[in-house]
């Protein structure tokens, strides 16, 4: 049965309601042009026995990459459903710009300079015109719930939305799309988050590492086997030195083909300071062991009290704390925005506070934070030492509480 395209009168938006699905799904998002991570992804898909009808991408199939045309012609060939990302919707209105609502002027706004005319031209008519019929949405049952597929949110394609991004936001769209489950994008970071009796799945993007440190990509699968909805996250490594090279010949973005193998982003302007934290930290998925791997850059640490890995963590503290641990994250995301101090200032106080409080996990993140802003190694040396003296004054200036009791005891 073929289930059409509609209209929400009230948002003008493409909805592709496509009945109920059953069987294991695979989900999917940001292909980037990446043929290369495509062609690994369908044959795992292959693997798995999961049919092309059940493989869902939650947008943005070109982008980054050398092989836009490519990249359309295997995912039709294929089979696979899609909604539009903001790249395909800006190529279908024929714009000048990704529409990824990066910072005007910042690293990611220049490179998409390059790299979205490079996917007009790279183009051919018939795959803009199958890209402009590409709906915005795709709902559909399963297990006995309502799942959607968004990029973004509904509201607003281009938004992004990661982990740590307020609960109210997430419940907002779960509300307007009268959803059980949202399945999102966009942001290019895999998580899985528990709303009340509802769901927030992000399966991670293909078409890029999720800066974490390793060349792996991400995508989720959905099961119903046993009449309970489950998700598990997997991620794969592919032939990047291919993607990687064909970058570098056809004078796209060299940072972010260096990417491809260095599993760190060039910048980290999107993230909130929760994600930035944890950069270069191999992401571990508890619902799937085959994901404990470290990076092949780094040597494998011995045991300790203090684990890097467990910044990944911070963010579960909200689990058993909802609502304070929601108000923290708000408070702690709006304290490093831009103010009277700019963020670079803020990361050098950080900084030298997380010396002051001897907090591991803040020494790597903001050592690598200030890395990112351009903080040179003899800045930030002078802020541990400006921290080192302020604890050190702190210390003796209590002597004269010392001198003080001493004196008053000895009369």
Same mark, same amino acid.
């Given at each position: 049965?073929?289930?059409?395209?509609?209209?929400?009168?009230?948002?003008?938006?493409?909805?592709?309601?496509?009945?109920?699905?059953?069987?294991?799904?695979?989900?999917?998002?940001?292909?980037?042009?990446?043929?290369?991570?495509?062609?690994?992804?369908?044959?795992?898909?292959?693997?798995?026995?999961?049919?092309?009808?059940?493989?869902?991408?939650?947008?943005?199939?070109?982008?980054?990459?050398?092989?836009?045309?490519?990249?359309?012609?295997?995912?039709?060939?294929?089979?696979?459903?899609?909604?539009?990302?903001?790249?395909?919707?800006? =190529?279908?209105?024929?714009?000048?710009?990704?529409?990824?609502?990066?910072?005007?002027?910042?690293?990611?706004?220049?490179?998409?300079?390059?790299?979205?005319?490079?996917?007009?031209?790279?183009?051919?008519?018939?795959?803009?015109?199958?890209?402009?019929?590409?709906?915005? $949405?795709?709902?559909?049952?399963?297990?006995?719930?309502?799942?959607?597929?968004?990029?973004?949110?509904?509201?607003?394609?281009?938004?992004?939305?990661?982990?740590?991004?307020?609960?109210?936001?997430?419940? #907002?769209?779960?509300?307007?799309?009268?959803?059980?489950?949202?399945?999102?994008?966009?942001?290019?970071?895999?998580?899985?988050?528990?709303?009340?009796?509802?769901?927030?799945?992000?399966?991670?993007?293909?078409?890029?590492?999720?800066? #974490?440190?390793?060349?792996?990509?991400?995508?989720?699968?959905?099961?119903?086997?046993?009449?309970?909805?489950?998700?598990?996250?997997?991620?794969?490594? $592919?032939?990047?030195?291919?993607?990687?090279?064909?970058?570098?010949?056809?004078? =796209?973005?060299?940072?972010?083909?260096?990417?491809?193998?260095?599993?760190?982003? #060039?910048?980290?302007?999107?993230?909130?300071?929760?994600?930035?934290?944890?950069?270069?930290?191999?992401?571990?998925?508890?619902?799937?062991?085959?994901?404990?791997?470290?990076?092949?850059?780094?040597?494998?640490?011995?045991?300790? $009290?203090?684990?890097?890995?467990?910044?990944?963590?911070?963010?579960? /503290?909200?689990?058993?704390?909802?609502?304070?641990?929601?108000?923290?994250?708000?408070?702690?995301?709006?304290?490093?925005?831009?103010?009277?101090?700019?963020?670079?200032?803020?990361?050098? /106080?950080?900084?030298?506070?997380?010396?002051?409080?001897?907090?591991?996990?803040?020494?790597?993140?903001?050592?690598?934070?200030?890395?990112?802003?351009?903080?040179?190694?003899?800045?930030?040396?002078?802020?541990?030492?400006?921290?080192?003296? /302020?604890?050190?004054?702190?210390?003796?200036?209590?002597?004269?509480?010392?001198?003080?009791?001493?004196?008053?005891?000895?009369?």
């Amino acid at each position: 049965m073929l289930y059409p395209i509609i209209f929400d009168t009230a948002m003008d938006k493409k909805i592709k309601h496509i009945g109920p699905k059953s069987g294991k799904l695979l989900l999917f998002g940001g292909v980037y042009s990446n043929l290369q991570a495509l062609q690994k992804l369908i044959s795992i898909a292959e693997a798995e026995g999961i049919l092309p009808e059940n493989c869902i991408c939650t947008g943005d199939i070109t982008g980054y990459c050398a092989q836009p045309e490519e990249t359309i012609a295997l995912l039709k060939k294929w089979g696979a459903l899609s909604i539009a990302g903001n790249v395909e919707l800006q =190529l279908a209105n024929d714009s000048e710009d990704c529409g990824c609502d990066f910072k005007a002027g910042g690293r990611c706004d220049s490179f998409s300079k390059m790299w979205f005319p490079y996917t007009k031209a790279h183009l051919s008519e018939s795959s803009l015109e199958w890209v402009s019929h590409l709906p915005e $949405y795709i709902s559909f049952d399963y297990g006995g719930k309502k799942v959607t597929v968004v990029h973004g949110s509904y509201e607003n394609v281009s938004e992004f939305i990661f982990e740590s991004t307020s609960e109210n936001i997430k419940n #907002d769209c779960l509300e307007q799309t009268r959803s059980d489950v949202i399945v999102a994008g966009h942001c290019g970071l895999p998580f899985s988050q528990t709303l009340k009796d509802n769901l927030w799945l992000n399966p991670g993007v293909i078409g890029m590492p999720a800066n #974490d440190g390793t060349q792996r990509v991400w995508y989720m699968l959905l099961d119903n086997e046993d009449g309970k909805l489950k998700y598990t996250h997997r991620s794969f490594e $592919y032939d990047h030195k291919t993607a990687q090279q064909l970058m570098y010949t056809n004078h =796209l973005p060299e940072a972010y083909a260096d990417t491809l193998a260095s599993g760190i982003w #060039d910048n980290m302007e999107i993230l909130p300071e929760l994600e930035k934290m944890v950069q270069g930290i191999p992401i571990n998925l508890d619902n799937d062991s085959r994901q404990n791997i470290e990076p092949k850059t780094s040597k494998k640490m011995a045991d300790s $009290y203090y684990d890097p890995k467990d910044l990944r963590k911070f963010g579960k /503290i909200t689990e058993w704390s909802e609502e304070l641990g929601t108000k923290f994250f708000d408070y702690y995301g709006k304290v490093f925005e831009e103010g009277a101090l700019s963020a670079r200032e803020k990361s050098l /106080i950080a900084l030298a506070v997380s010396h002051v409080v001897k907090c591991p996990y803040c020494i790597d993140a903001y050592t690598k934070d200030g890395l990112q802003k351009g903080i040179t190694k003899e800045e930030m040396m002078e802020a541990v030492h400006v921290g080192a003296a /302020i604890e050190s004054g702190a210390t003796l200036v209590h002597g004269v509480q010392m001198m003080n009791k001493y004196n008053k005891l000895s009369m």
